[in-house]
């Protein structure tokens, strides 16, 4: 499945483009695109749980792929660039999920560690 990503900078410009950049994680927040707060909500260990196991321990061990995370201080899900190929059902779950919600998602890069475009998951 290709994704479009509409990105938008500091200065308002969009563009598109179909792929994360390489060393890329999407951060899902749990907040719409018109800034309201997304319920229910655990949505993001709901998801998780998609790609979770459970341990020898008898606990649930998050896949490093899809990881529920606090950012800023804020609950988001953090999805690998792998996914997709390793794991296409969760992912597209996730993206549709994503697409039907309007959430906002963003990017984190390995290799800039400034702040993250906006971005917003083509329909």
Known sequence: MSVQFVVQGHGRTVMEKTELKIGCKLVIESVSEDGRRF?????IERISTQAAQFGSDHRIHYSSLVQPRVIDGAKCLVVEQSLQ????????HI?????????RVHEECESDREAGSQIEVGR
Do not use: M
Request: charged content about 35%.
């Open 39 to 43: 319920r229910p909500s655990d949505w």
């Open 95 to 103: 993206i549709t999920f994503v697409r039907a919600n309007k959430l």
């Open 85 to 92: 190929e390793e794991n296409p059902r969760v992912y597209d």
